[in-house]
């Protein structure tokens, strides 16, 4: 039993090792700093935004793809979408941030956006 121990313990300090390396990697990609806070809170925000503008997007290609929409319903949502990006540009804008600004590190998943 004790050997079977003694073999575990090289693979626990690795986990441990690797868990501290994740906390610091993460605490890199946090901004803890309290006058940020807006700024970061809108990113947030106007990345999940983004996200769903994307996802509408590719939902009215498929759409539009399949025959779908009228030449109207078509033209509506395009005026939609490019409206949306107008405003989350603006939205950018008012936070002071780019559109690359827009996305999110998920770690080892890589990027969302």
Known sequence: ???????????????????????????????????????????????????????????AIRRMDAGDLTPEQADAVGTTLMLQTQEIENLCAHFGLDRSDLTLDLGPLGRLL
Request: charged share 20%; glycine share 6%.
């Open 1 to 59: 039993m004790a050997a079977a121990l003694s073999a575990l313990a090289p693979l626990l300090d690795d986990h441990i090792a690797a868990g501290a390396d994740t906390a610091r990697q993460a605490h890199q990609r946090l901004n803890v700093d309290p006058a940020d806070v807006r700024k970061g809170l809108g990113q947030l925000v106007l990345t999940l935004v983004q996200l769903i503008h994307e996802l509408l997007e590719r939902q």
